[in-house]
């Protein structure tokens, strides 16, 4: 089944449901109306969003055709979101972006084994591989979002942050891609497609955008974790709240901001004064030099005599610098997995924060980068939602974190910490006009 429309190209549908809604605007930034599969009568026209494919309830795989694939290929970021059920296993396609007359070159995105999986094949080899160790193939709804762009790559899952390294080949750079699937995968070998996505899947969007964790939420259709629902509706309750910040010297914040506002000041400045609500308490338990350990081992101390309904903990930077701190890795996310634990038997909510990365770091290089994929690992699977400094921090700076960030190797400066303070509280939704900090030049 075919539609055309004045700029797009064709897009074809393949074989589905009999009955089926589906809303598409084209990469260029052209709408199509809603049709229903044998009614070619048109449907109310949903809000356009510039720049993005969207569909609801894909009835089957579907062809973007080359017209389309132009904008896609040319701009320096794009997305691609679902929302899905399945309990299949093996490799099930989500996107597909390939020359099926040349060998070698694609990148797929999709499932194995329910693990979302980003490939990229170049001159016949594999130079890309993110595969988070997350199942999502256990028969309930999730949402799971693959960017890329500016040097980063990056995989959201639910839209919590599950796996973040270097774009090492672009879109742009595969050899004459000509063609982007949804749900099935083309190639020289597999002309009649392959890899056929098995399930249901409510919600596609390809988008000429970098989907960050809150653009992603503001999206219909998309699964969120509970927690961070339960985290944002404690952040505006009606009565006051107590937060508590866990962790190192960053949380701390001291010296390196040279007098400035810490990450937490700007927190509690945002949530205190400009939203409010004077009756909430931040406590910061943040210790210079602390390890997942020590927090474990002064918890009377340090969380549980504070009775906060927030808990965030932002750990790691201490621990990677360790000797033998490879092979420590795994006990590190088990005192990570207790720490979350113990803080929910407190009857908390909590998020945990990846650090900021290194001065002069690069995207996946160094053991930091390990500790915070197993970071992100560990959480999702104890359905916590993460704030990913790191990842944000290296998308912003194309691939290495400049000097005016930092005051030393590891430590944010002054703007490391509003920076900081800027994701924490667009990730929790409590961003919003009138900051107080938007005067300070930081930005």
């Not at 598409?24 to 049709?35: C, I, L, R, T």
Request: charged fraction near 20%.
């Amino acid at each position: 089944m075919e539609f055309t429309r004045r700029h797009l190209g064709k897009i074809t549908i393949a074989a589905g449901a009999l009955m089926v809604t589906a809303s598409v605007v084209a990469a260029v930034g052209y709408e199509m109306d809603w049709y229903r599969m044998g009614n070619p009568s048109p449907l109310p026209t949903p809000p356009v969003t510039d720049g993005r494919v969207d569909l609801v309830n894909l009835p089957g795989p579907l062809d973007i055709t080359e017209s389309m694939l132009d904008p896609l290929v040319e701009s320096p970021e794009f997305s691609a979101l679902f929302t899905f059920t399945t309990t299949a296993p093996g490799l099930l396609t989500l996107m597909s972006i390939t020359n099926p007359d040349v060998s070698g070159e694609y990148m797929w995105i999709g499932l194995n084994d329910g693990r979302p999986s980003m490939r990229v094949v170049h001159g016949g080899q594999f130079v890309t591989v993110y595969e988070p160790q997350v199942v999502l193939n256990d028969g309930q709804p999730h949402t799971v979002t693959f960017c890329a762009g500016r040097t980063m790559q990056q995989i959201f899952a639910d839209t919590s942050s599950v796996a973040a390294g270097p774009e090492r080949v672009g879109i742009a750079q595969l050899d004459k891609a000509t063609r982007v699937t949804l749900l099935q995968h083309y190639s020289v070998d597999q002309r009649e497609g392959a890899f056929t996505f098995v399930g249901q899947v409510s919600r596609a969007v390809v988008a000429r955008t970098y989907l960050t964790s809150s653009a992603q939420r503001a999206t219909s259709g998309v699964v969120v974790l509970p927690e961070m629902l339960q985290i944002q509706a404690l952040a505006s309750a009606p009565t006051p709240t107590v937060w508590l910040f866990s962790g190192d010297s960053i949380t701390h914040g001291s010296f390196h901001t040279r007098g400035w506002r810490s990450f937490v000041q700007h927190f509690e400045e945002r949530q205190r004064n400009e939203r409010g609500r004077l009756r909430d308490w931040v406590i910061n338990t943040g210790v210079q030099g602390t390890h997942c350990l020590d927090i474990l081992g002064d918890w009377e101390w340090r969380v549980q005599r504070h009775q906060a309904a927030l808990i965030s903990l932002l750990i790691g930077m201490n621990d990677h610098l360790d000797a033998g701190a490879e092979a420590r890795l795994p006990t590190f996310l088990q005192e990570v997995a207790q720490f979350i634990s113990r803080a929910r038997a407190t009857g908390a909510k909590l998020f945990v924060q990846i650090p900021n990365p290194k001065y002069l770091s690069r995207p996946g290089e160094g053991l930091l980068e390990l500790y915070n994929q197993g970071l992100r690992e560990v959480c999702f699977a104890n359905q916590v939602p993460v704030i990913d400094h790191s990842a944000r921090w290296f998308h912003d700076s194309f691939g290495v974190v400049p000097q005016d960030l930092m005051s030393d190797e590891l430590h944010p400066n002054n703007r490391g910490h509003y920076k900081l303070a800027s994701l924490l509280l667009e990730d929790l939704g409590l961003n919003g006009p009138g900051n107080v900090e938007d005067g300070y030049g930081l930005k």
